[in-house]
Structure formats: structure tokens, C-alpha cells
């Protein structure tokens, strides 16, 4: 580990986290295993959106410029009172120009990136993927790590000198570490309906991020590529407290909720759908020895504002610099200490309370209370200044301020 020498680093998890983070740290010249439970590339339908600040990271990192094309700009987001039909407020990226070098969001579904970094990067033995390879044990030494995996032909033994858990919420590494997951669970759950439908032939002035706010139920409604790159809406809902899994999947319950929001002449064509549960929870350190937590294994929230998938690039541009100050630069190891203080306070204070305050917008029911967040969020959209402010804050730029200021 000392004068510069490599040691290999063990990720667990091939999500989008994960191989942003084996990116970073192969640029640096630090081999990576990444371990993947499932047998290849998942597509996973679930977070689409690049901040500006991530933007700006994976640029770093040489993927910005080539999945732009791939993707959709998107350089304003809009808040709609469902109820009225009302445009309560549009925040516009483009003039954040000066502050950012991507004034925008990328529509650019998270299976997408990581086939994008699979099959660009991940071909060399210092940056090796293992699909099919599930966790079993983790056995912490005073100087490497070794790990058991179930794999395709077997058990197999590894080792490095860290494990980095990027395996999601319901994370095998932070188990095994034996950390907790502080948090609570949302009652009702979410349903994702993804239709070819074009949302602006009806709506021209929509753009294709936009948050509905209604008591009875609220939608966000954002515009992707797709598989065939021909477009595709997808619809984000609370189900209703008394309704099971198989009515809200059932073909007459998908219809019937897309039916109510945004009436139209046939049936809808539904490319995919799902149910899902969704909490905000927080581990109670993101650094135990020779594990470190970043993404889903270390924080989760409600997708409302796209923070979740970009919080957990953020983890992985921290995580991956401190660990080469440590293995490459002789910095001492409590360096990694920093980077848990530092991202942890990223999403208790921004990911976490940003996020609540997103649903509560919402969900709001109380029609007194949704006039006063209406005329403040009015207010805020109306003034340059305070509009600045708001799009510092959404974009993740204030989080990573202050929490890179942390010692």
C-alpha cells in the first residue's frame, strides 16, 4: 500500500453507483472487481436524471460528452397544481450558465450508463466485472479484506485492500458490517407507468419534467429515450392505502389511473410497469474498517427531484479520490473518516430534507397549507435571485459545497 503501490478494491453491486465508482478509481490507476449478483446488465427502470453537478462529475471521468447525444436535454422542470390545472412555477437551467458548465438535466436512464461504462471500460483485468457472483461472508483483516462469493462455477475467495458495498438498500456489505439503517418506510408505495403516449401532443407547454401537486393523488411526469430512442412518458403515482399489488398492476387499475390524470380518447399502450416501496433511511456511518458504504446502501429517499441516483455518483467521486489519497499518496487512512462525515451530511441535510419536502409539496391536503407552498414556491420561481438559489440547491451544487468544507 505504500510508495504508491496498487491494491485492488472490491466493489459489490454493478449498478450505476458502483461502476461510477470502479471508473474513478481505474482512472487513478487503482484496480477494481466489481461483483454483480444478477447474471448481466439489469435494466433497471428507475432513476433517469443527471444534475448539472453529476454531469459535470462524469465529465471528468469522459462519459458526459458521449452519453449527451443519447440522451435528452432537459433545461426546465415544472410545478402543476392537478387539481386547477394551474403552472405554479418553471425553473429554468439555462440561465445557471455561468454557474454551471451543463446547464441542464440528462434524461438518461441509469441501465443505460452502466452498459455505457460496462462495455467501454470494463474489458482489462484491473477492471474486472464478475456478473452471476453473489455475496456471502466478508472477513476484515488489519491490513485487506477478503470476501466469499457464490459464482457460476462455485465459491470463490477475494481479496483487496477495501470492500465498497454499492448494493443497494437492502445492502449485503452494510449487514455484514453491521451497520444500522436509520429511517422510516413510507405507508403507501409507489407505481411507475412507463407509455409511449406523447404527454405534449395534448400539452404542448409541458415540459419533461414536471410535479403535480394533488391532495388525492399527486404524479411526477418526466420524458425518457427509451429502448428504441423513440421516446417514452414515464408516470410516477402513490397507490391508495387500501389498494393491493395486484390491483395496481392489473391492466384495468394501470388504465384507470392514467385515464383520471390525463383523459384521452383508446386505451394506452404501457411499455413497463411497477410497484415499489420506498423509504428514507440514512446508515449510520458510510466507513467500518475496510468497508465503505455509497448509493442505495448508504442513503435512500423518495425520487422526487432525482436526487437519489445523482447523491450516490456524488458518494462515488468522494469515495474514489480519498481512497487514492490513501493507497497511492501515503495519506492516512482516517481520510475515509472524512468522506463518511462529509457525504453523510449530504444526505441527511440536502437528499434527505429536500426530498421529504418535495412529497410533502405534493401530497399536501389541506387547501389553506397548498396555497401558502404554492405562493412561496410562486414567489421563489418569480425572483432571479431566489430562483438561483432553488435551482443551487435541486441541482445538489449547495450539498456538495458544504459538505466538501467538512474537515
Same mark, same amino acid.
Given at each position: 500500500? *505504500?510508495?504508491?503501490?496498487?491494491?485492488?478494491?472490491?466493489?459489490?453491486?454493478?449498478?450505476?453507483?458502483?461502476?461510477?465508482?470502479?471508473?474513478?478509481?481505474?482512472?487513478?490507476?487503482?484496480?477494481?472487481?466489481?461483483?454483480?449478483?444478477?447474471?448481466?446488465?439489469?435494466?433497471?427502470?428507475?432513476?433517469?436524471?443527471?444534475?448539472?453537478?453529476?454531469?459535470?462529475?462524469?465529465?471528468?471521468?469522459?462519459?458526459?460528452?458521449?452519453?449527451?447525444?443519447?440522451?435528452?436535454?432537459?433545461?426546465?422542470?415544472?410545478?402543476?397544481?392537478?387539481?386547477?390545472?394551474?403552472?405554479?412555477?418553471?425553473?429554468?437551467?439555462?440561465?445557471?450558465?455561468?454557474?454551471?458548465?451543463?446547464?441542464?438535466?440528462?434524461?438518461?436512464?441509469?441501465?443505460?450508463?452502466?452498459?455505457?461504462?460496462?462495455?467501454?471500460?470494463?474489458?482489462?483485468?484491473?477492471?474486472?466485472?464478475?456478473?452471476?457472483?453473489?455475496?456471502?461472508?466478508?472477513?476484515?483483516?488489519?491490513?485487506?479484506?477478503?470476501?466469499?462469493?457464490?459464482?457460476?462455477?462455485?465459491?470463490?475467495?477475494?481479496?483487496?485492500?477495501?470492500?465498497?458495498?454499492?448494493?443497494?438498500?437492502?445492502?449485503?456489505?452494510?449487514?455484514?458490517?453491521?451497520? =444500522?439503517?436509520?429511517?422510516?418506510?413510507?405507508?403507501?408505495?409507489?407505481?411507475?407507468?412507463?407509455?409511449?403516449?406523447?404527454?405534449?401532443?395534448?400539452?404542448?407547454?409541458?415540459?419533461?419534467?414536471?410535479?403535480?401537486?394533488?391532495?388525492?393523488?399527486?404524479?411526477?411526469?418526466?420524458?425518457?429515450?427509451?429502448?428504441?430512442?423513440?421516446?417514452?412518458?414515464?408516470?410516477?403515482?402513490?397507490?391508495?392505502?387500501?389498494?393491493?399489488?395486484?390491483?395496481?398492476?392489473?391492466?384495468?387499475?394501470?388504465? =384507470?389511473?392514467?385515464?383520471?390524470?390525463?383523459?384521452?380518447?383508446?386505451?394506452?399502450?404501457?411499455?413497463?410497469?411497477?410497484?415499489?416501496?420506498?423509504?428514507?433511511?440514512?446508515?449510520?456511518?458510510?466507513?467500518?474498517?475496510?468497508?465503505?458504504?455509497?448509493?442505495?446502501?448508504?442513503?435512500?429517499?423518495?425520487?422526487?427531484?432525482?436526487?437519489?441516483?445523482?447523491?450516490?455518483?456524488?458518494?462515488?467521486?468522494?469515495?474514489?479520490?480519498?481512497?487514492?489519497?490513501?493507497?497511492?499518496?501515503?495519506?492516512?487512512?482516517?481520510?475515509?473518516?472524512?468522506?463518511?462525515?462529509?457525504?453523510?451530511? =449530504?444526505?441527511?441535510?440536502?437528499?434527505?430534507?429536500?426530498?421529504?419536502?418535495?412529497? *410533502?409539496?405534493?401530497?399536501?391536503?389541506?387547501?389553506?397549507?397548498?396555497?401558502?407552498?404554492?405562493?412561496?414556491?410562486?414567489?421563489?420561481?418569480?425572483?432571479?435571485?431566489?430562483?438561483?438559489?432553488?435551482?443551487?440547491?435541486?441541482?445538489?451544487?449547495?450539498?456538495?459545497?458544504?459538505?466538501?468544507?467538512?474537515?
Amino acid at each position: 500500500m *505504500k510508495h504508491g503501490q496498487q491494491q485492488r478494491v472490491l466493489i459489490v453491486g454493478a449498478g450505476p453507483v458502483g461502476m461510477v465508482c470502479a471508473l474513478a478509481l481505474h482512472r487513478q490507476g487503482i484496480p477494481v472487481t466489481v461483483f454483480e449478483q444478477e447474471n448481466g446488465p439489469v435494466h433497471d427502470q428507475r432513476a433517469a436524471s443527471l444534475h448539472p453537478t453529476t454531469l459535470d462529475m462524469l465529465d471528468e471521468l469522459g462519459v458526459t460528452q458521449t452519453i449527451v447525444p443519447r440522451g435528452l436535454v432537459s433545461e426546465t422542470y415544472q410545478y402543476r397544481d392537478r387539481v386547477s390545472g394551474e403552472l405554479i412555477a418553471e425553473f429554468d437551467l439555462s440561465t445557471m450558465a455561468d454557474v454551471f458548465r451543463f446547464p441542464y438535466v440528462l434524461q438518461y436512464e441509469q441501465y443505460k450508463l452502466t452498459h455505457d461504462i460496462a462495455q467501454t471500460y470494463a474489458d482489462q483485468s484491473d477492471f474486472d466485472v464478475r456478473y452471476g457472483h453473489r455475496l456471502r461472508t466478508v472477513i476484515q483483516h488489519d491490513g485487506s479484506i477478503d470476501i466469499e462469493v457464490d459464482g457460476p462455477d462455485g465459491a470463490e475467495r477475494h481479496s483487496g485492500a477495501y470492500l465498497i458495498g454499492a448494493d443497494g438498500g437492502r445492502s449485503t456489505v452494510r449487514k455484514a458490517a453491521g451497520i =444500522a439503517f436509520e429511517g422510516f418506510t413510507y405507508q403507501e408505495r409507489f407505481i411507475k407507468i412507463a407509455t409511449d403516449f406523447d404527454f405534449q401532443s395534448g400539452h404542448p407547454d409541458y415540459a419533461y419534467r414536471n410535479y403535480f401537486s394533488d391532495p388525492d393523488e399527486w404524479c411526477n411526469l418526466f420524458k425518457v429515450r427509451g429502448e428504441d430512442g423513440a421516446g417514452l412518458w414515464r408516470a410516477i403515482f402513490p397507490t391508495r392505502a387500501d389498494e393491493t399489488e395486484i390491483e395496481a398492476l392489473s391492466p384495468e387499475g394501470i388504465e =384507470a389511473r392514467l385515464q383520471k390524470f390525463f383523459p384521452k380518447a383508446g386505451r394506452y399502450d404501457v411499455a413497463y410497469v411497477n410497484v415499489y416501496n420506498v423509504s428514507q433511511r440514512v446508515a449510520e456511518t458510510f466507513h467500518r474498517g475496510r468497508i465503505l458504504l455509497v448509493g442505495d446502501a448508504a442513503h435512500v429517499n423518495n425520487p422526487i427531484g432525482g436526487m437519489g441516483m445523482n447523491g450516490g455518483i456524488h458518494d462515488a467521486i468522494n469515495l474514489a479520490g480519498k481512497l487514492a489519497d490513501v493507497l497511492l499518496r501515503d495519506v492516512d487512512a482516517a481520510r475515509l473518516d472524512q468522506y463518511s462525515r462529509q457525504r453523510r451530511h =449530504a444526505a441527511v441535510s440536502f437528499v434527505q430534507a429536500q426530498t421529504i419536502a418535495n412529497k *410533502k409539496l405534493l401530497e399536501e391536503k389541506d387547501p389553506a397549507s397548498r396555497q401558502v407552498k404554492f405562493d412561496e414556491l410562486r414567489r421563489t420561481a418569480s425572483n432571479p435571485e431566489s430562483a438561483r438559489r432553488y435551482m443551487r440547491r435541486a441541482s445538489l451544487l449547495e450539498s456538495l459545497e458544504t459538505a466538501n468544507a467538512i474537515d
